[in-house]
């Protein structure tokens, strides 16, 4: 059984201030939340003040991105163990703006996802078809070589750290979801595609999140597809009562 999971993503936005006020609101308003997983990811120089308004609440904080070495002269990068002493427990990567605007290739998503690993944090794997790629009818392949490449070289035990979030990248900020049927069958594919490389027992185990103009009005019915265990939310994740809807949607 995988207890489903909401993570937002507040992507450039929010100083350390109104994370801290955001994340004040969230703790409140989800404190008696037990059956969804909740994870936050402010950006970088509002991960502390995020972290001492929810450590030891039920609610988790993650980084949207970490550079793969430890540490060295990489000036502007930051790395795993950077923001695993600030408090973080898991990390976005491979996020599809980080694809489409920052270089990210399936290979620096292999190595970021490895670097998280090795310090405990849970990646948060995007994955995930642009519109011209979805019109040539290439959406499983793209996920497949997404998935094949990026996660190539993790052992089983690694595999059940992660969490794999299919974000099509024409539904990201655009107002258009994909139906939660049409979602579906690319989460099973993904499933599939683990199963075939690591068994059934690791890949009925993984949680595989929607992300893609996910708001309280559409989560229940993705939350009701056999394969859909929760959504990483962008814009949605940026005001306390939408978030909540969200998360009480998917419980
Ligand atoms: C995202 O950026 O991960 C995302 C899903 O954004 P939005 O919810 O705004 O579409």
Known sequence: MRKPLIAGNWKMNKTASQAEELAGALKDKLKNENKV???????????EAACKVVKGSNIG???????WEEEGAYTGEISAPMIKEIGCQSVIIGHSERRQFFGETNETVNRKVKA?????LTPLVCVGE???????????????????????????????????AYEPVWAIGTGKTATPQEANEVHS??????????????ASRVRILYGGSVKPDNISGLM???DIDGALVGGA???AD?????????G
């Open 242 to 250: 939408s978030f909540v809807g969200i998360v009480q949607g998917a």
């Open 116 to 120: 998280a690993l090795k310090f405990d």
């Open 237 to 239: 994740s940026l005001q």
């Open 130 to 164: 642009r519109l011209e790629e979805k019109e040539a009818g290439r959406t499983f392949s793209v996920v497949e070589s997404h998935i094949k490449e990026g996660l190539t070289g993790l052992k089983k035990e690694e595999i059940l750290k992660i969490v794999v």
């Open 61 to 67: 904080l993650g980084a949207q991105n970490i550079y």
């Open 224 to 226: 009701s597809e056999t």
């Open 189 to 202: 594919h993904i499933r599939r595609l683990l199963t075939g490389l690591y068994g059934e027992e690791v």
């Open 37 to 47: 997983d909740i994870i936050i990811c402010p950006p970088f120089t509002s991960l």
